[in-house]
């Protein structure tokens, strides 16, 4: 099957590609190791905080499902550098990281996204056309683009 978006990754940034692309109504396919582990968030799972807050409250705006996620799996929510004035003052929410994975994964069913299990090793390019991904075990993915998330 030819795709129209093939992401490659199923973290965070994979999963809000996957999410929007597949909002285009477009073809798309997420290839990730392990699909098990997709939205998977690392030892300290804090969605939020001085940088990303600002990230997350434009994902949201643009129809993004990380803050879904958070929001549904939030087990502590603070406001950090609340004495120091609402410039520099940002959200920052601790979420369960088993659930918080749960969720996305739920989320991302939401729209017709296609889980592929595989590695990623290289792009598949012919005549300086990108034509798809080639996995570890020798698959060909067609696709028309390819974001490496």
């Known amino acids: 099957m030819r795709y129209d978006v093939v992401v490659v990754g199923g973290g965070h940034a994979g999963l809000e590609a996957a999410w929007a692309a597949a909002a285009l109504g477009v073809r798309v396919a997420l290839v990730t190791i ?20 600002q990230l997350v409250a434009e994902l ?27 410039a520099v003052q940002s959200l920052r929410v601790q979420v369960d990281r088993d659930l918080y994975a749960l969720k996305a994964q739920e989320i991302l069913a939401e729209r017709p996204v296609e889980v592929i299990r595989g590695e990623v090793v290289s792009l598949f390019v012919e005549g300086g056309r990108l034509l798809g991904v080639r996995t570890v075990d020798g698959r060909e993915i067609p696709a028309k683009a390819v974001v490496v998330a």
């Open 60 to 86: 949201t705006a643009l129809g993004g499902l990380m803050g879904r996620a958070a929001d549904a799996t939030a087990i502590h929510t603070r406001v950090l550098n609340r004495s120091k004035g609402p």
């Open 34 to 53: 392990n699909p098990e582990r997709i939205g998977m968030m690392p030892c300290n799972p804090a969605v939020g905080g001085p940088g990303k807050s």
